[in-house]
């Protein structure tokens, strides 16, 4: 159902800007969040810088454990998406109250979520920007994607409740990487 | 034909991950790049991290000047962005060779982008990233939108000239911010 991704082409997932999840495990504890407030930041190893505010149970965890997976959701799983950014893992078991599936990862403890068409397998790389700026830059470790996941539709968060979802594919010859 | 955006909106402009022009002004001389690699990092005064590789122009430039506009596209203008991003403001006049209009700022020597639905007028905040990372961390001084532009179809880049257009706005009750 899935199949790893090279490690060289995990920018390609992260720099359109979706709203991506953010799994962890604390012990055997799984818990996830939503995340905009992301970038790439090197191609191979890829590096990720994310921000991630000290009041999420996440920012904990992630701390501690140095771990996480980051799992990117397709449109129809928009309602879950608010679901999982209106609640805290402090006290609720998101993966079950909100039907989410964690799978085993392979490098890491935190789980994949089988409901996102991509996972990427990360570790904390630096988190020395951590104290001044809630930044982590985390390092790619493994990468899996849904093979017949074509021109997947993703989810952009405007702020307030407002999403725009990328519902066009357009191509363009281009010298870009 | 534009207006002043609050700093505390700016958030809701950058958060869904589109390609954004970023332009900068050596002496007289006007510049602009593409980027995909950047994120939010606090919501007031708005803090924007980017990745500018040291291989553009607008890297010299920027470190330089310690100032620059970022401008954000909407759908239409898709193949000048792509043009922008395939040749260097080294050797060619960008703004006359591709047919972007520059306009005074108001705090900074960079100019808007007239073309573009919204900008952000940006001073270097924290460059201690920049020898390690390619790193900058901005700080939005002013901001500009088009107020007729109601949920402007933006550009996301997936990689090797495949383009995203955010195509569907979508609305659900959220807490988050």
Known sequence: MIKSL????VYRLLEPGPVVLVATADKNKNNVMTMSWHTMMEFEPPLIGCV???R?????????????????PTAKMIDKVVKIGNCSGRDTDKFKKIGLTPLPASRVKAPLVKECY??????????NLVGKYNFFILKAVKAWIDPKAKNPKIIHHGGKGNFTISDKAVKIASKMK
């Open 6 to 9: 090279p490690l060289s082409e």
């Open 52 to 54: 991630i505010s000290g």
């Open 56 to 72: 999420n149970h996440t920012f904990d965890t992630l701390l501690k454990t140095k771990e996480c997976v980051i799992g990117i």
């Open 118 to 127: 991509a996972n990427i397998e990360c570790k904390i790389s630096d988190a």
